[in-house]
Nanobody
Framework: QVQLVESGGGLAQPGGSLRLSCVAS????????MGWFRQAPGKEREFVAA????????KYSDSVRGRFTISRDKDENTVHLEMSSLRRDDTAVYYC??????????????????WGNGTLVTVSP
């Protein structure tokens, strides 16, 4: 019933850019926030960015702030992550998530209620 589908992952060179997208179904009116976590090889899943659905408030991890931009399109029920100035340590599987109760500021602490299957981002020369 609830489905989150990520797209846009792939290979980028250091300093390059990628745009990730996530389309949510089954949560058109119930979600309060959406965002992205990532998991690099040998590391635990970590918070990347989140956006509150109603007012567009955003939250970023220190490692991506100033390089990544999260946005949402209410009509399309979609969240995007514009990634620029990519580094090799940005390499990870990026997971889209939706939160039913928590907005952007709380998502880093409580995570998501629903997850997509992830899209792989590889930053390498």
């Amino acid at each position: 019933q609830v489905q989150l589908v990520e797209s846009g992952g792939g290979l980028a060179q250091p300093g390059g850019s990628l745009r990730l997208s996530c389309v949510a179904s089954g949560l058109s009116r119930s979600k309060k926030g959406m965002g992205w976590f990532r998991q690099a090889p040998g590391k635990e899943r970590e918070f990347v960015a989140a956006v509150s659905w109603n007012d567009g408030h955003t939250k970023y991890s220190d490692s991506v702030r100033g390089r990544f931009t999260i946005s949402r399109d209410k009509d399309e029920n979609t969240v995007h992550l514009e990634m620029s100035s990519l580094r090799r340590d940005d390499t990870a599987v990026y997971y889209c998530g939706a939160a039913l109760v928590m907005g952007a500021e709380m998502i880093p602490f409580y995570g998501m209620d629903y997850w997509g299957n992830g899209t792989l981002v590889t930053v390498s020369p």
